[in-house]
């Protein structure tokens, strides 16, 4: 299969701000893309523009054949999109809702399987006013599916969720991935990338620092990994070269880029010494710390890219 | 299925869609429309008996009176309506999506006629139970294309006020602040012929006294030409086109900000 969408050279000026400058990437079709980034790294900018809300300043851009800009129809029939601010009108029905959605298409899917895909079958009487921010964005969701699209763009459909609600909306974007639609997600959560993505585009400061597969990425030792255990009185830990080591009363914490090979050589010592690692947990990098590891290898890595 | 049949349904939808929420919207459907009849009772009640210029004021108010509602649902409702639509983001939600920019303007104003038809019914017939005030049946031409080109000259103009208004919050206010002065100096309250001849000029060549006018014409009992007034058609006629071209050229889909 080709490509779903196809980015080279893309800029966003702003007067005298460059939100994105000059990003390439493209997204094969069946696949799902993320674009992870803090907040102000141009994700939105980016992803709005791929969907036609806003024109580009230079580079080409290409989504399932068509220049986004200017929206055209037989694109919007072929694309579904949800937004980063969801906005719906509080007076319809939830059911009343997704029907009108239906009724702008030429092929919907049935207003049952809608309602199926986002787990809202016993909301669907409910008014859309009435609902939880979480059930919001799921309708949302429903909306977006609601014209059976090949590709669609999902603008950090999580943020401000509370934990259950953010694991339905993941089971409902894996649902879609089962349907084999293509999948562009913005999120500033390094979990929900781990989690749905098979690709992440690192976004810092308006241009893509990496672009692997989220267990790639990982592997790329862009920030360390921490381990942490109790460990009762101030042994002689053994350390691999490195590796630093931090304690707070019996809580050892020890950051290493090669968290295997600091877990060998510590499961040996605990063997030899008779004791156990207790509350052992081995913490991968925050987003916050592969976004300074990245910010400060930036220039090379784009590079490396490249 | 032809390209104008699809049109026509797909608008159908819109407007059953708009009406949901317009009914379902209790603030919007009190303002827009229980106040011009709620008006019309409490002022026929006040001082509709009295009389000005050998004439029962009733007589001057219903008209006035079913033009302020014929606005309310036209150019307030469109007004107000649109403006949050696109100020919250819904607009641009549903520009998302294959419906046209046609489709949805169409929809809106069909469902903006649909409200002032109840009303302007509501309004006949409470002011010839209550008041004994009716429209001659030599009249009922007139008072149809009167209603009819202040509807559209409305809608027009509603749909192009809401280009410079920048927030959903400011748009009732703003709205309100265009035409509830017009609607008192133009005399919609009262009698047509308020004001010296300069005030009378000036709101003359705006789109609402020429309403007041054409409606009070329409009512009254032994006008000549058949309750007809073309040169007060025209009026709304030339700002209904001026507005419909405005809120063409500049349709947004997306929030001010």
């Not at chain 1, 400058?21 to 893309?33: K, L, Q, S």
């Not at chain 2, 006035?64 to 036209?74: D, E, H, W």
């Not at chain 2, 046209?100 to 069909?110: E, P, Y």
Request: charged letters at 20%; proline letters at 5%; hydrophobic letters at 45%.
């Amino acid at each position: 299969m080709g490509n779903a969408i196809e980015v080279h050279g893309m800029t966003k000026r702003y007067g005298n701000h460059e939100a994105v400058r000059g990003i390439d990437f493209e997204v094969a079709a069946g696949e799902v893309f993320c674009l992870l980034g803090p907040n102000g790294a141009g994700k939105t900018t980016t992803v709005e523009i791929l969907e036609g809300f806003r024109s580009r300043t230079a580079g080409t851009v290409r989504v399932l054949g068509f220049d986004p800009e200017g929206q055209p129809v037989e694109l919007r029939e072929r694309i579904g999109i949800v937004l980063q601010e969801c906005a719906l009108p509080g007076e319809l029905r939830v059911a009343e809702l997704v029907d009108s959605y239906r009724s702008y298409y030429r092929h919907p899917l049935a207003l049952a399987d809608l309602l199926a895909a986002v787990d809202l079958e016993d909301d669907a009487r409910r008014l859309v006013r009435d609902l939880s921010g979480g059930q919001r964005r799921r309708v949302d969701l429903a909306l977006a599916l609601a014209g059976d699209p090949e590709l669609i763009f999902l603008d950090e459909p999580t943020t401000g969720f509370d934990p259950a609600a953010r694991h339905r909306s993941w089971q409902a974007i894996r649902n879609l991935v089962a349907l084999g639609k293509t999948v562009v997600l913005t999120t500033h959560y390094m979990d929900e990338a781990q989690e749905l993505a098979d690709r992440v585009a690192v976004v810092v400061r308006g241009r893509i620092a990496a672009c692997d597969t989220p267990g790639r990425l990982a592997d790329r030792q862009l920030a360390p990994v921490r381990v942490s255990f109790d460990v009762p009185g101030e042994p002689d830990l053994p350390l691999i070269e490195g590796a630093t080591v931090h304690c707070r009363g019996e809580r050892v914490t020890i950051t290493t880029f090669d968290a295997e090979g600091q877990l060998d050589v510590l499961f040996r010592w605990a063997k030899r010494h008779h004791t156990r690692l207790a509350g052992l947990s081995v913490s991968p990098p925050t987003l916050e710390e592969v976004y300074l590891g990245l910010t400060g290898a930036e220039d090379g890595v784009r590079e490396g890219v490249a | 299925m032809t390209a104008v049949t699809t049109t026509v349904r797909a608008t159908g939808r819109r407007v059953r869609l708009e009406q949901l929420c317009f009914w379902r919207h209790r603030q919007m459907a009190f303002f827009t429309f229980l106040l011009p009849v709620a008006l019309l009772v409490l002022l026929g009640e006040m001082n509709g008996h009295n009389r000005y210029q050998g004439v029962h004021v009733i007589d001057w108010e219903v008209p006035g009176l079913l033009a302020f509602g014929l606005i309310s649902a036209t150019y307030t409702n469109l007004a107000i309506n649109v403006t949050s639509l696109r100020e919250t983001g819904i607009l641009k939600r549903l520009r998302a999506t294959p419906l046209s920019a046609r489709t949805f303007v169409l929809g809106q104003i069909g469902s903006s006629l649909l409200v002032a038809g109840y009303l302007t019914t509501i309004f006949v017939i409470a002011a010839r139970a209550l008041f004994g005030v009716s429209v001659p049946l030599s009249h009922v031409p007139a008072v149809l294309i009167t209603l009819l080109v202040g509807a559209a000259c409305f809608c027009a103009l509603g749909l192009a006020v809401t280009i410079p208004i920048r927030s959903a919050e400011a748009a009732s206010p703003i709205v309100q602040a265009t035409y509830i002065p017009l609607a008192l100096v133009s005399g919609v309250f009262f009698t047509p012929d308020t004001g010296g001849p300069v005030l009378r000029a000036v709101t003359g060549a705006l789109p609402l006294r020429p309403l007041a006018a054409a409606l009070d014409a329409c009512f009254a009992h032994g006008a000549p030409g058949g309750g007809w007034r073309p040169a007060d058609l025209a009026v709304m006629a030339a700002w209904g086109a001026a507005g419909a071209v405005m809120a063409w050229r500049a349709f947004r889909w997306t929030p001010s900000h």
